[in-house]
């Protein structure tokens, strides 16, 4: 299924959550590296298997970002749900894909991070997946695409002007990730299983799948912010998409 360009993103600021409307889709683009007051906040939201992963990290830049991500998934989804964040309860299923056991909701969320950069995806119903990527970290991407990517996919990244190869490479990966994540099957699913459009002139789109139909899914490029990728795919048809951003002190 066809959508839309990237740069379709115009991120706004809001200090809470809006509603989401019956297609809709908000995708929240968040700075893990925030205050010591946000961090703080965040850092009280956390259950002990959380605070316990946070300590596990050896880099307390990491730790940090981590207690963040998941304090502010958490402030989102309380928000949403008008239940206190510290009260809810996270449940893994068989490849990892955390979802909400308590309270019992249709509200389906994707988180993905990339250094100081997180996204959050949510929607009622639908399953969903994201991916962000640092298009400056150093990646083998030739290398790497001949291993992992389909026939078809290399192929089309290859017939690329040389110049445009590398974003090729990242509409690529991004878009794969996110359609795995959406899965929920992840690495599990197979990544030379299935294929994304590679050219970042056409729109993003699953061109087939491992299981069911491509046009159950909508693939949608994300603009992160500068020198970054993203994607987002989602169950249904065409979605429309909230591009939010928290206005900071709302955490603190
Ligand atoms: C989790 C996975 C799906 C993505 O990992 P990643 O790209 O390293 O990390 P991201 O930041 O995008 O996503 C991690 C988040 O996804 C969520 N997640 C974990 N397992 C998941 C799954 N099976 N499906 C969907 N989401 C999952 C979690 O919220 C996790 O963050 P958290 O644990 O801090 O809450 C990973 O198992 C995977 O399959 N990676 C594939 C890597 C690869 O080879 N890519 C090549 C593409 S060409």
Redesign the pocket.
Known sequence: MPNSSPHSCIWRSVDRPPAIAGDGVHLWRIDLDASDAVYEGCHALLDDGERARADRFRASRQSQR?AV??GTLRHLLGAYLETEPHQLEFAY?E????FLQHPKTDLHF?????GNAALMAFARGRDL?V??ERTQREVGWER?ARR??AGPELAELMALNPDQRRSGFFR??TS??AY??AT????TLG?GKFVVRVDRSLPAELLSVVEGSAHHWWLQDVDPGPAMAGALCVSGGAPNIDWLELTVPTLG
Do not use: Q, T, Y
């Open positions: 981590f991500a998941r299923a490849h990892g894909k955390p994707n988180v993905s991070h990339s997946g991916d962000v790497v992992f990517f690529c990966w794969k990730e795995m994540k929920g099957r992840g690495i990544l």
